[in-house]
């Protein structure tokens, strides 16, 4: 059931030194709306270091975290609207029933490392990559395979969904936001 998002730059990078290098860019400032807009009402699920990075809860969304370190500062919960799991399977497990129970969606968004395990052991009905313009010297990079169209200069939000034929790796844009 679970889905997944993400920003990149042309490179596939997704971030530098903890940040995103577009963040106070055009592209940037309209991939948070975007972001926002696909996000709000549902979950979000994250590995602690994005957690560092946003240095907050995203607020109108379930927030869940894992770490398996039991030493970090639990994020200071509002409103039911965070979970910490120190295994992503379990919190895979938890999201999946948050989804049936509540008729929402949860979206993983990040960083690499949970990446990297998602895409190895799970199938997501929807993937959403937002393709920023531009080349940002990133030091963290998705792991998963991108789409081949480049933007020019504007950014493309891309969609790909389990829905389509079995190895069809078409990345269809979505209409401009
Ligand atoms: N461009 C984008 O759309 C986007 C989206 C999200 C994040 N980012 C960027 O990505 C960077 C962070 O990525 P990252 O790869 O360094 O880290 P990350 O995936 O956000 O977090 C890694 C940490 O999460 C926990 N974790 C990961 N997999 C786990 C598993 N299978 N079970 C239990 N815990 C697990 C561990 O925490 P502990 O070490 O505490 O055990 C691990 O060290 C940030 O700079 C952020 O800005 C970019």
Request: hydrophobic share 35%; with cysteine.
């Given at each position: 059931?679970?889905?997944?998002?993400?920003?990149?730059?042309q490179d596939g990078g997704m971030s530098r030194q903890g940040q995103l290098?577009?963040?106070?860019?055009?592209?940037?400032?309209?991939?948070?709306?975007?972001?926002?807009?696909?996000?709000m009402g549902h979950a979000v699920l994250m590995g602690w270091h994005t957690y560092r990075s946003m240095g907050r809860l995203?607020?109108?969304?379930?927030?869940?975290?894992?770490?398996?370190?039991?030493g970090h500062e639990a994020p200071p919960a509002v409103d039911g609207s965070c979970r910490v799991f120190d295994d992503a399977d379990a919190a895979m497990?938890?999201?999946?029933?948050?989804?049936?129970?509540?008729?929402r969606r949860c979206y993983v968004i990040g960083g690499a490392d949970l990446f990297r395990h998602c895409l190895r052991a799970y199938t997501f009905v929807e993937k959403r990559i937002t393709v920023i313009p531009g080349y940002y010297s990133c030091d963290t990079?998705?792991?998963?395979?991108?789409?081949?169209?480049?933007?020019?200069?504007?950014?493309?939000?891309?969609?790909?969904?389990?829905?389509?034929?079995p190895h069809d790796p078409t990345w269809n844009v979505v209409p401009e936001q």
């Amino acid at each position: 059931m679970s889905h997944l998002i993400v920003a990149v730059d042309q490179d596939g990078g997704m971030s530098r030194q903890g940040q995103l290098p577009w963040q106070h860019t055009d592209a940037g400032r309209k991939d948070m709306a975007y972001f926002k807009q696909v996000t709000m009402g549902h979950a979000v699920l994250m590995g602690w270091h994005t957690y560092r990075s946003m240095g907050r809860l995203l607020p109108g969304r379930l927030n869940i975290i894992v770490t398996r370190n039991h030493g970090h500062e639990a994020p200071p919960a509002v409103d039911g609207s965070c979970r910490v799991f120190d295994d992503a399977d379990a919190a895979m497990a938890f999201a999946r029933q948050w989804e049936t129970q509540t008729h929402r969606r949860c979206y993983v968004i990040g960083g690499a490392d949970l990446f990297r395990h998602c895409l190895r052991a799970y199938t997501f009905v929807e993937k959403r990559i937002t393709v920023i313009p531009g080349y940002y010297s990133c030091d963290t990079f998705y792991p998963g395979t991108l789409p081949k169209e480049q933007p020019l200069d504007k950014p493309l939000f891309f969609i790909q969904r389990e829905s389509q034929p079995p190895h069809d790796p078409t990345w269809n844009v979505v209409p401009e936001q």
